[in-house]
């Protein structure tokens, strides 16, 4: 057989090797979604290519938690996007061994607790099935998530409205016990001196009104709003920002206040995608 077949026959060979174990092991990363198409690519898909880039021997997939989101994605776009059970599913049939899932939620709410209870129903198909955790957990979490703020929503603010202004970062909020997260946070950020950085939510506590209570002690001219949220979806683009009288926006106008929207989830900010790549690398540090 001439050299150069058998050259080309072990070059072959050799990618194929590289394939195989190339696709042996996989990180699912698991959001509850949007159907805002450019925010998704700033948020889900920034930290999706960051994963992607700095493992880059893992296959990197996507799965959302919000069946709504992907059966809107489905009939209006013609995209597909698996729930995390089909992903598992998919992940199974294409002979992954290993896999990880992670979590792009902000807290361990209602939606990741059914994450949790999917991911142990998959024990049993993969040689290993590890779960990472959402962005706030632990106690060293929220201070992390305090100088992030610090960092970049609040030095955002300082540059639109000036250094004597509110900032309220607005959460989902939730009927979850998992909702206490907020107030823990607020008081995180209060003891380490951002006394003007308040927490609301659309769903749960803080209301907008217990909010603008609070922001009664200060006499402020200027707010500036920030959804506390992965992507800016519906919720930042209305609750927060909309037009119609019962938004974020809307009611403190109607206070006298002066508002700032800035429409960017928290996916878009560097400081927030290390710190959600930092609860994946604590995964693959004991893989």
Request: hydrophobic share 40%; charged share 25%.
């Given at each position: 057989?001439?050299?150069?077949y ?27 979604g ?34 709504m ?35 792009t ?67 989902h ?15 995180k ?26 922001m ?72």
């Open positions: 057989m001439p050299i150069r058998v050259i080309v026959i072990y070059v072959g060979l050799y990618f194929q090797l590289i394939d195989m174990i190339s696709v042996s092991k996989a990180i699912l990363v698991v959001s509850f949007t159907s805002y198409n450019d925010s998704r690519t700033r948020t889900i898909g920034a930290i999706e290519s960051m994963i992607a880039d700095k493992y880059s021997d893992w296959d990197v997939r996507r799965a959302f938690t919000s069946k989101i992907i059966k809107k994605l489905a009939e209006r776009d013609n995209e597909r996007i698996d729930y995390v059970s089909d992903a598992l599913e998919r992940l199974v049939s294409d002979g992954i061994k290993d896999v990880i899932v992670q979590p939620h902000i807290m361990n709410g209602l939606e990741y607790d059914d994450v949790v209870r999917i991911v142990d129903e998959y024990k049993g198909s993969f040689d290993s099935l590890s779960l990472g955790k959402p962005l706030l957990t632990t106690e060293e979490d929220f201070d992390h998530v305090v100088y992030a703020i610090g960092s970049s929503l609040v030095a955002e603010a300082h540059s639109i409205a000036g250094k004597d202004t509110a900032v309220i970062l607005m959460g909020g939730s009927e979850h016990f998992s909702n206490a997260v907020y107030s823990q946070l607020y008081l950020l209060r003891l380490n001196g951002y006394q003007d950085v308040h927490v609301t939510t659309v769903e749960g506590f803080p209301s907008f009104e217990d909010t603008i209570e609070l009664k002690e200060k006499r402020y001219e200027n707010v500036v709003l920030f959804p506390f949220m992965l992507v800016a979806g519906d919720h930042a683009s209305n609750d927060m920002a909309g037009d119609d009288s019962d938004s974020l926006k809307c009611i403190l106008k109607r206070h006298g206040y002066n508002v700032h929207c800035v429409i960017k989830g928290l996916g878009e900010y560097n400081e927030f995608k290390e710190l959600f790549l930092a609860h994946l690398d604590e995964v693959i540090c004991n893989f």
